[in-house]
Structures are given as structure tokens and as C-alpha cells.
């Protein structure tokens, strides 16, 4: 089991950037995929980017590509996402998720455990 915490949420303009952090406790953290999922307002869930296990695979929605990275420190049991360039349909709430079964590409009922979330608000 392991447990996630985000932070690093918060408002800005539409073109700035953010970095979201993701701190994870428990056990056998580099043996877990992650993934940043997001739900704006009136959305379901989506998966914005994921890493596998060793963090040399990633996944970023075409929403996303070329805006935000998606990185892991295995050493410190923590995931990030750099978000550039950032647009106002950005805006949601951004979830740090464990996934032990899987793979990078796997849909979302394969994340079993989940952060509380993180707000990311951007005006234009």
C-alpha cells in the first residue's frame, strides 16, 4: 500500500507555469507506475501523464504534449509535473495515482491509490 499527498497547486495566469509535487509513504514506491490524472469542472477524470516503475517510459495526453513533463526521484519517493505554457482548460483539480498492475498506457480503474487532489486554476 502507499500513500499520496500533492501540493504545489495554485492560481496563475494562462501562459505561466506550475510545478506539482507528489509525495509518496508506504511500501515499495519504485515498483509502482504513477500517473497525474485531473477533473475540471463538469469532466470526468483524465489521465494527464504517467512514468513506469524505473522512469524511463512516459505517457502524456495530446492535451498536454509538449507543455508538461512528468518526472520521479525513487530515492525520495516523489513524483512531479512541470506545466508550462499553461491554458485556461488546464484548469482542474490534479491527482497524484499509484498503479501496481499495470503499465504507462493503463486506463484509470487500473490507479488504486489516490492523493486528495491538488487545485490548479488558470485565468486568461
Known amino acids: 500500500q502507499v500513500q499520496l499527498e500533492e501540493s504545489g497547486g495554485g492560481s496563475v495566469q494562462a501562459g505561466g507555469s506550475l510545478r506539482l509535487s507528489c509525495a509518496a509513504s508506504?511500501?515499495?514506491?519504485?515498483?509502482?507506475?504513477m500517473g497525474w490524472i485531473r477533473q475540471g469542472p463538469g469532466n470526468d477524470r483524465e489521465i494527464v501523464a504517467t512514468?513506469?516503475?524505473?522512469?524511463?517510459?512516459?505517457y502524456y495526453a495530446d492535451s498536454v504534449k509538449g507543455r508538461f513533463t512528468i518526472s520521479r526521484d525513487n530515492a525520495k519517493e516523489m513524483v512531479y509535473l512541470q506545466m508550462n505554457s499553461l491554458k485556461s482548460e488546464d484548469t482542474a483539480v490534479y491527482y497524484c495515482a499509484a498503479n501496481g498492475a499495470g503499465d504507462p498506457y493503463s486506463p484509470l480503474y487500473y490507479y488504486d491509490y489516490w492523493g486528495q487532489g491538488t487545485q490548479v486554476t488558470v485565468s486568461s
Open positions: 508506504g511500501q515499495r514506491f519504485s515498483s509502482y507506475i
Open positions: 512514468i513506469s516503475e524505473n522512469g524511463k517510459t512516459t
